[in-house]
């Protein structure tokens, strides 16, 4: 069993920038995958990023390249999302992932699907106002 608690939303104006975090508890961080999800009002939960175990691949969808960095610190048991030039439609609310094994796929794709992931944060609110 993994624990996640994510932290680090709040209120920002667009162009601004955010980082959360999501510590977690339990089993062995570093044999965990990790992902960041977000659901915006009225709107399915969507894949925003995803880390390997080394923290070494990184995966993104594609509104946020180039603007989010995930990483991980597995002495920490820790992942971040690193939020930069921020636009109003980046409301959401955040929420860690965790899946046992890694988020990569052989091939060179990830995992990016809700059923991937065994475990949940509780969400964290990110506002950007325009």
């Known amino acids: 069993q993994v624990q996640l608690v994510e932290s680090g939303g709040g209120l920002v104006q667009a162009g601004g920038s955010l980082r959360l975090s999501c510590a977690a508890s339990?089993?062995?961080?570093?044999?965990?995958?990790m992902g960041w999800f977000r659901q915006a009002p009225g709107k399915e939960r969507e894949f925003v990023a995803a880390?390997?175990?080394?923290?070494?691949?990184?995966y993104y969808t594609d509104s946020v390249k180039g603007r989010f960095t995930i990483s991980r610190d597995n002495a920490k048991n820790t992942v971040y999302l690193q939020m930069n030039s921020l636009k109003p439609e980046d409301t959401a609310v955040y929420y860690c992932?965790?899946?046992?094994?890694?988020?990569?796929?052989?091939?060179?794709?990830?995992?990016?699907?809700?059923?991937?992931?065994?475990?949940w944060g509780q969400g964290t609110q990110v506002t950007v106002s325009s």
């Open positions: 339990g089993r062995t961080f570093s044999g965990y995958g």
């Open positions: 992932a965790a899946r046992q094994g890694s988020a990569a796929r052989q091939g060179g794709s990830y995992y990016y699907s809700e059923g991937d992931y065994d475990y």
């Open positions: 880390i390997s175990l080394s923290g070494l691949r990184t």
